[in-house]
């Protein structure tokens, strides 16, 4: 069993407090416990041990999408292993098999996961990203029919879609959760869109 871990489970659940004691007004929010520099240190490292634990998370969900879209595209990691555990974001670029050309839309396709807090809490995002901005969005939609999809929205890089949110575990006791089945519903939300579909946006975009 791989486990999420106990700093990535602790973070989390306290994600807004431990977003707010990572800035320079950390300070501040400590003010009036008896030994806030010792506070600090176990902050950072219950911070530093939950990013490495979130990209090692993310990096098994990287394998897991590209064993999905095997049939399809040439998939390889594109983020660095230090930006992964920063941005708790992995981008795998996607080389449509059997299409060396560049049309107007094809000037690259990224598959990735990021870690967020939801609207519902933690989550795990998967998204599809094709060169082209919105008119690659709605393209994306369409090819794949998600037209009942909404893009990513304005936080996210134009021609961005989504293609499922995961919950996270939301609990600070949950370090010996299972992370395998998150896994497995991170790559099923990209397997579950038929190979047809993806070659034929794959092919829309080169025309």
Not at 194 to 201: A, E, I, T
């Amino acid at each position: 069993m791989n486990s999420f871990g106990r700093s990535l489970a602790f973070y989390l659940h306290y994600w807004d407090e431990m977003r707010a004691l990572y800035t320079e007004e950390r300070r501040d929010l400590l003010k009036g416990e008896a030994d806030p520099d010792t506070l600090v240190r176990m902050i950072e490292g219950v911070g530093q041990q939950a990013h490495k634990q979130a990209a090692s998370f993310l990096a098994a969900c990287a394998t897991a999408i590209q064993q999905a879209l095997s049939d399809v595209a040439e998939a390889r990691t594109s983020s660095r292993e230090m930006s992964v555990a920063v941005d708790w974001q992995i981008r795998i670029r996607l080389q449509p098999k059997g299409r060396k050309g560049r049309g107007k839309n094809s000037g690259g396709w990224m598959a990735g996961v990021t870690i967020e807090q939801g609207k519902d809490g933690p989550a795990a995002t998967c998204w599809l990203w094709g060169e082209g901005g919105r008119s690659t969005e709605q393209l994306i939609r369409e090819a794949l029919n998600l037209k009942s999809r909404t893009p990513a929205g304005d936080d996210w890089n134009a021609g961005t879609v989504v293609l499922g949110v995961i919950s996270l575990p939301n609990n600070p006791q949950s370090a010996d959760i299972d992370r395998d089945p998150v896994v497995d519903k991170v790559a099923q939300a990209f397997a579950a869109i038929p190979h047809p579909r993806y070659q034929q946006l794959f092919s829309q975009a080169t025309s």
